[in-house]
T-cell receptor, first 112, second 113 residues
Framework: DQQVKQNSPSLSVQEGRISILNCDYTNSMFDYFLWYKKYPAEGPTFLISISSIKDKNEDGRFTVFLNKSAKHLSLHIVPSQPGDSAVYFC???????????FGQGTTLQVKP | DAGITQSPRHKVTETGTPVTLRCHQTENHRYMYWYRQDPGHGLRLIHYSYGVKDTDKGEVSDGYSVSRSKTEDFLLTLESATSSQTSVYFCAIGLAGDTGELFFGEGSRLTVL
């Protein structure tokens, strides 16, 4: 049973516009929620995270929103750039064990 | 910078042979993880470790075993490789600061014929 779901396999946006990537989870035992970016033939790289006690965290063009009542996480990229084209994974960490799992990923394409 | 090395980076083997992938870190981090990445499945956790000799199963642990006899090394073993274990394997270490942030290795591509 998947505990983290990214229901959109792909997303295409125009350069300069907003990209919104979504993630749903089913468990309330997570303490951190994370987003990672992955280019082909490279390991995933950390983008941004948010604690379960917050509802928003910003870092430059990247903002993560956490809606605990809906068990929903989103990543906003504004403005989107062609270099943002990659696969994005959302991740969740259990609060008591350090176990960390990811969703299936969303492939973002930013068109010039 | 967190130092993490995976070996081998590429391996081709035959069904039924044992395979061991090694993850080595230079930073003394407590948490280490093994994931596999497959098209349509994203990153799936195989096993993880929260200290020397302390390991636990992930989402897809069947057919895999791990060992961590010292802080810097986390080994992933396929006792008898199958074609379904053809994948790219990533090791990760949990960075300090308790934010859940992981630092990933560059991956090991395994092909089981």
């Amino acid at each position: 049973d998947q505990q983290v779901k990214q229901n959109s396999p792909s997303l295409s946006v125009q350069e300069g516009r907003i990209s919104i990537l979504n993630c749903d989870y089913t468990n309330s035992m997570f303490d951190y929620f994370l987003w990672y970016k992955k280019y082909p033939a490279e390991g995933p790289t950390f983008l941004i995270s948010i604690s379960s006690i917050k509802d928003k965290n910003e870092d430059g063009r990247f903002t993560v929103f956490l809606n605990k009542s809906a068990k929903h996480l989103s990543l906003h990229i504004v403005p989107s750039q062609p270099g943002d084209s990659a696969v994005y994974f959302c991740g969740v960490r259990w609060s008591n064990t350090g176990k960390l799992i990811f969703g299936q990923g969303t492939t973002l394409q930013v068109k010039p | 910078d967190a130092g993490i090395t995976q070996s081998p980076r590429h391996k081709v083997t035959e069904t039924g042979t044992p395979v061991t992938l090694r993850c080595h870190q230079t930073e003394n981090h407590r948490y280490m993880y093994w994931y596999r990445q497959d098209p349509g499945h994203g990153l799936r956790l195989i096993h993880y470790s929260y200290g020397v000799k302390d390991t636990d199963k992930g989402e897809v642990s069947d057919g895999y075993s791990v060992s961590r006899s010292k802080t810097e090394d986390f080994l992933l073993t396929l006792e008898s490789a199958t074609s379904s274990q053809t994948s790219v394997y990533f090791c990760a270490i949990g960075l300090a600061g308790d934010t859940g942030e992981l630092f990933f290795g560059e991956g090991s591509r395994l092909t089981v014929l």
